[in-house]
């Protein structure tokens, strides 16, 4: 069964603190995206990566960066979070031959207060 | 304006019968269009694709009108495992961009 991870899917932090949310996935997928997803806004493309080292901003990049040293693995980094930060994270994959079809983990809800 | 836009509902209908949700999209170049469906404190996952021609999987059907800028999901006799949220995603000019509307919940009473 394909598998999207996230590490963690409860996560409290305070104003200031760095934020790692981990994401792996075991389908060899080329591509990897963050999105967060808030109550009326429907999920929002934070950034993305088609290959290991490559990163692209997504439509709402600020306040956040992104590692992908690995091809299973992409990290999103809260560099100081803030309480405008707080929302659902959702890590998602695909195949280069797209069709459609992101596959997704199960989230990592973060509170910042 | 929303790129993709939807009604939140919560739409509220007994077991049986026939519901249908439709979502607005603001990009004239977009080529790809698809309904997610996310279950309550789950991910999305993709229900269907949406083809220029129409198209049905089952008790779904999916439609969209290129002219008005619009895609529609129609759900025949509902079930009470339909209850969920109705993602209207919307392909955006090449790769493997998407935009996602905001949702559209269905919830199926017996």
Not at chain 2, 75 to 88: F, H
Request: charged letters at 25%.
């Amino acid at each position: 069964d394909v598998k999207v991870t996230q590490s963690s899917r409860y996560l409290v932090k305070r104003t200031g603190e760095k934020v790692f949310l981990e994401c792996v996935q075991d389908m060899d997928h080329e591509n990897m995206f963050w999105y967060r997803q808030d109550p009326g806004l429907g999920l929002r493309l934070i950034y993305f990566s088609y290959d290991v080292k490559m990163k692209e901003k997504g439509d709402i990049p600020e306040g956040y960066s992104v590692s992908r040293e690995k091809k299973e693995r992409f990290s999103l980094i809260l560099e100081s979070a803030s309480t405008n930060q707080t929302s659902m994270y959702l890590c998602a994959s695909s195949s280069s031959d797209f069709t459609g079809e992101l596959f997704f983990g199960e989230g990592s809800r973060l509170t910042v207060l | 304006r929303k790129e993709v836009e939807q009604d939140p509902g919560p739409f509220n209908v007994p077991e049986g019968a026939t519901v249908a949700f439709n979502c607005t999209y603001s990009n004239s170049a977009s080529q790809s269009f698809f309904w997610y469906r996310q279950d309550c404190r789950k991910e999305p996952k993709l229900l269907m694709s949406v083809y220029s021609s129409g198209n049905e999987d089952g008790r779904f059907t999916a439609q969209l009108n290129r002219a008005s800028q619009y895609i529609s999901l129609l759900i025949r006799d509902s079930k009470l495992s339909d209850s969920a949220t109705y993602l209207c995603v919307v392909g955006r000019d090449a790769g493997n961009m998407l935009t996602f509307g905001g949702g559209t919940r269905l919830m199926v009473k017996p």
